[in-house]
């Protein structure tokens, strides 16, 4: 079956450690995205990236960083200074086809719980 | 990207058609208005879009006013599946779009 797949569902992490979040699609979308989203609020893009080895900032990347070394991972690691880290962290992919529509798929999420 | 406003929550009897406003007063002309949903703990999930037409799939239709200032988005038989927050968003078809998720509608299904 094609889809997005992140893992682990839950993470729990001591403040001050960093930690990375997976993000796996095997649907052959050149476009990935990450999405924080808080308690009764929407989503908020954190880092996305059109191509290999290469992605830019979004509203919140502040505390984050990524990489895309791969057409099919986009693995996202929230840092230490990021001041708020728990959240429910949501990865996205779509498939750029010129300037016809799209829509983005997403992953099931992984919530972050920092302690 | 134009803004949306939307209720905040809704309530829908079971078996109803569910009918969901969204007002973009601001959209241009080349963007688009997209539909998604959020079920608790889940991806928001791709409902359907439109860019002036009506539009109908297997999961909903999408109303769109002939000024494009507003749209709504019907469930035609809601069942309690379809309890989620409802997110409508305006987003140009060009450059490095991204989706920018508001607060949505809590849509509630009653059994």
């Known amino acids: 079956d094609g889809g997005i797949t992140q ?33 009764g609020q929407g989503l908020r893009l954190i880092y996305y ?4 080895n290469d992605f830019q900032k979004g509203d919140i990347a502040e505390g984050y960083s990524v ?10 690691t929230v840092t230490s200074a990021q ?22 798929y997403f992953g099931p999420g992984t919530r972050l719980t920092v302690t | 990207d134009a803004k949306t406003t939307q209720p905040t929550s809704m309530d829908c009897a079971e078996g109803r058609a569910a009918n969901l406003p969204c007002n973009h ?14 079920i608790h703990s889940q991806g928001p999930q791709y409902i359907i879009h439109g860019l002036k037409n009506n539009e109908t799939n297997e999961m909903a239709s999408l109303i769109i006013t002939e000024d494009r200032k507003s749209s709504t988005l019907i469930l035609p038989h809601a069942t309690l599946r379809d309890t989620a927050v409802y ?9 490095n779009e991204k989706l920018t998720f508001g607060t949505g509608t809590r849509l509630t299904i009653i059994p």
């Open chain 1, 83 to 104: 001041k708020n880290p728990t959240a429910f962290y949501l990865c996205a992919s779509k498939r750029d086809i010129g300037t016809s529509p799209y829509e983005q």
């Open chain 1, 7 to 39: 893992s682990p569902k839950y993470l729990f992490r001591k403040e001050g450690q960093n930690v990375t979040l997976s993000c796996e699609q095997n649907l052959n979308h050149d476009a990935m995205y990450w999405y924080r989203q808080d308690p």
């Open chain 1, 67 to 76: 990489s895309r070394e791969k057409k099919e991972s986009f693995p996202l």
């Open chain 2, 25 to 38: 007063s601001t959209i241009s002309g080349n963007e688009y208005v997209y539909w998604y949903r959020q």
């Open chain 1, 49 to 52: 990236s059109q191509i290999v």
């Open chain 2, 87 to 95: 997110y409508c968003i305006v987003i140009s078809n060009f450059g």
